[in-house]
């Protein structure tokens, strides 16, 4: 491990003084507004993602053929994901997660949350992101913080965020597409402007019979996003978004049995008003997201055995998230930027659980509201010589109305040199015990646990430490490398008096996790673009699920002439722990091991009619998933989808 990441600091480091070109580029790249902190000149397919956060852009997500956010982030490093079913995230018990760097497999609950347009969109009963209600048709990116950023989000150690693309050239474009297995895809959007009012508006639907029997699954989705410049700076802006979703739990292969299927539904919208001047750029947004799931018959469907009587066979759930973000960036002059913000959050959810013995019990609806206010300012220096640097710091706040007061204090150094910029940063976290937390003390799924101390815990915290470099070579090659270390206190866990059930909560969990990514992204001459990408992690806790110690990432996209693009992607990744239900050193001692998978893809396009501009055009394409027929699972006994096809075309104006 060493000698690599020493390979790696000679390769970043090596003397070669930046020609006149390729200075202007770099200082073109990183000279934009002074309030962009970020370059978005870097995002997508041209910036590795090596780092705290990646971002897959709109032609990245169109050149992976991405249809959720599983896919859409699979050549991001140091992300993996489960899953059982081919369409589809079974979220009753695993199927369908996202992880990052280790983070985001408690379960219930979970460390890492999810946003769309900036707002919070999960199950807030049991405090998990649900991929089906994240659907990707609207997205014009997909953005994935894998540590602490107490300026982009709080109340997790990290998150994932689907961002709504805006209204484009007018048109109108449809897609459909068949496959194995009875996969059908169908996409519909259409794009209008008239004066300051832009429309984007569509819906998709992907569904499939499965891979093996009672494995199927469906997500359909209606959005529409409106936008009006209202003159000067200011702009108000629509985003609402529905979906309506279905997942089979195919149970374990050979086994007599099933375990039902898992719905989902939810409204999400937001309402955003922005102003964008010369010295000041910032939004008030309001959000709601309104959502329900049902854990259908979960007694082992077909095997003839009597469940135990207090077995769960049938979990209802709905919640409601609402509240207000807001935020301004004010350029001071001299390089100086100043921002600040608050989020105003508020959850409510309950529950209805049926059991075989005792027949409904209910979990009366709870109410969670959170306040975070925060601020930073970030200073960007100019010496001679090529080197510029610029150092950030700040804090978020929350009070929480259950939960008590805590705070996330955050500084970064950034210092560019000749071409090579090196980021130091450290970050603390903060997660407040989620829902689920009340719904266990409830009593109604483990009666040992009938108790009110759970409104006594504290909020989980965790330090994040990250050494990042970045170079680029030539204009076309840029590699990063990034080195981290999370240090976590006060997780609450379920604990017992004696050998026997849980009987309470209590913060005594303290955990390490320590990593390394390293990606290049290359654009060579005649249209291709090739990307690599690997991590290592390395955690403290024993048996820690979805956490593979290595994992790599890659792949080509080559422009062939004639409206032909060929792309293809690899991902690997080492043996894992595949049961996020472990609580205890004991419990991990049995936790399942998954085997190694290597996994391979390829897409071709060929585009018909005008490639941009008025006027008609197409695309006729066809994909191949799991090129190599290779075997593989996320849980002991579910095995995945062999080799699968899928074809099809896009037409529109």
């Given at each position: 491990m060493r000698k690599l990441f020493a390979a790696v600091l000679l390769l970043l480091f090596a003397g070669v003084r930046p020609s006149a070109g390729q200075a202007a580029a770099e200082g073109e790249a990183r000279t934009l507004d002074p309030l962009v902190v970020k370059a978005e000149a870097e995002a997508g397919t041209a910036a590795p993602g090596a780092g705290v956060e990646a971002v897959v852009d709109a032609r990245a997500l169109a050149g992976l053929g991405a249809g959720d956010i599983a896919s859409a982030l699979r050549l991001v490093p140091g992300v993996t994901f489960s899953r059982f079913n081919r369409v589809g995230s079974y979220g009753g018990d695993g199927g369908g997660a996202v992880f990052a760097r280790g983070l985001g497999a408690s379960r219930p609950g979970g460390e890492l949350t999810a946003l769309c347009d900036g707002a919070p969109r999960f199950n807030a009963v049991f405090g998990h992101p649900l991929p089906d209600i994240l659907p990707t048709d609207a997205a014009g990116a997909v953005r994935v913080f894998k540590g602490v950023s107490p300026l982009d989000f709080g109340n997790a150690f990290a998150a994932v965020e689907i961002v709504p693309a805006d209204a484009g050239a007018e048109g109108f474009s449809a897609t459909l597409a068949g496959g194995g297995d009875g996969t059908l895809v169908e996409r519909a959007e259409v794009t209008a402007r008239e004066g300051g009012l832009g429309v984007r508006a569509g819906q998709g639907l992907r569904r499939s019979d499965g891979h093996r029997a009672n494995s199927g699954g469906r997500t359909a989705d209606a959005f529409v996003r409106l936008s009006w410049r209202l003159g000067g700076v200011w702009r108000l802006s629509f985003f609402g978004d529905r979906t309506q979703n279905r997942a089979e739990d195919p149970g374990v292969a050979g086994q007599p049995f099933h375990q039902g299927n898992y719905r989902t539904e939810d409204w999400f919208a937001t309402l955003t008003l922005e102003n964008r001047g010369g010295r000041a750029r910032g939004f008030a947004k309001l959000y709601l997201n309104d959502g329900r799931a049902a854990w259908l018959d979960q007694g082992m469907r077909?095997?003839?055995?009597?469940?135990?009587?207090?077995?769960?066979?049938?979990?209802?759930?709905?919640?409601?998230?609402?509240?207000?973000?807001?935020?301004?960036?004010?350029?001071?002059?001299?390089?100086?930027?100043?921002?600040?913000g608050a989020d105003v959050d508020t959850q409510e959810g309950a529950a209805v659980f049926t059991t075989y013995g005792a027949g409904e019990r209910r979990f009366g609806r709870e109410v969670f509201r959170l306040l975070s206010p925060y601020a930073g300012l970030r200073q960007a220096f100019a010496g001679g010589a090529g080197w510029r640097a610029e150092a950030e710091a700040g804090a978020r706040f929350y009070t929480h109305n259950i939960f008590g007061a805590e705070?996330?204090?955050?500084?970064?150094?950034?210092?560019?040199?000749?071409?090579?910029?090196?980021?130091?940063?450290?970050?603390?976290?903060?997660?407040?015990?989620?829902?689920?937390?009340?719904?266990?003390?409830?009593?109604?799924?483990?009666?040992?646990?009938?108790?009110?101390?759970?409104?006594?815990?504290?909020?989980?915290?965790?330090?994040?430490?990250?050494?990042?470099?970045?170079?680029?070579?030539?204009?076309?090659?840029?590699?990063?490398?990034?080195?981290?270390?999370?240090?976590?206190?006060?997780?609450?866990?379920?604990?017992?008096?004696?050998?026997?059930?849980?009987?309470?909560?209590?913060?005594?969990?303290?955990?390490?996790?320590?990593?390394?990514e390293l990606a290049a992204a290359w654009r060579a001459p005649g249209g291709l673009e090739v990307f690599a990408g690997g991590a290592w992690l390395e955690s403290s806790v024993a048996g820690l699920p979805y956490a593979p110690e290595w994992s790599a990432c890659g792949g080509l996209s080559w422009e062939a002439g004639g409206g032909l693009r060929v792309s293809a992607d690899f991902s690997w990744r080492d043996t894992m722990f595949a049961d996020t239900r472990t609580r205890t050193a004991a419990d991990a001692a049995g936790n399942p091991r998954v085997g190694a998978a290597f996994l391979v893809n390829a897409r071709v396009s060929l585009a018909l009619g005008r490639a941009a501009g008025r006027g008609w055009r197409g695309e006729l394409f066809a994909s191949v998933e799991n090129l190599t027929d290779r075997t593989y699972e996320y849980r002991p006994g579910y095995p995945m989808p062999g080799i699968g096809w899928l074809a099809g075309a896009r037409m529109g104006w």
């Open positions: 077909g095997s003839g055995a009597v469940p135990a009587a207090t077995a769960a066979d049938t979990t209802t759930m709905d919640w409601r998230l609402w509240g207000l973000r807001a935020r301004e960036a004010i350029a001071l002059g001299e390089g100086g930027v100043l921002t600040a705070w996330s204090p955050f500084a970064k150094v950034t210092a560019v040199f000749r071409g090579l910029e090196a980021g130091l940063s450290r970050a603390r976290g903060v997660a407040y015990p989620g829902m689920n937390v009340a719904v266990f003390s409830s009593g109604i799924l483990i009666p040992t646990l009938s108790n009110a101390g759970w409104r006594g815990l504290d909020a989980e915290t965790l330090t994040h430490t990250e050494l990042s470099l970045a170079r680029r070579f030539g204009g076309r090659l840029r590699v990063e490398a990034a080195v981290f270390r999370d240090d976590g206190r006060d997780r609450y866990i379920m604990v017992a008096e004696r050998p026997g059930p849980p009987t309470r909560f209590e913060n005594i969990g303290a955990w390490r996790n320590r990593g390394a």
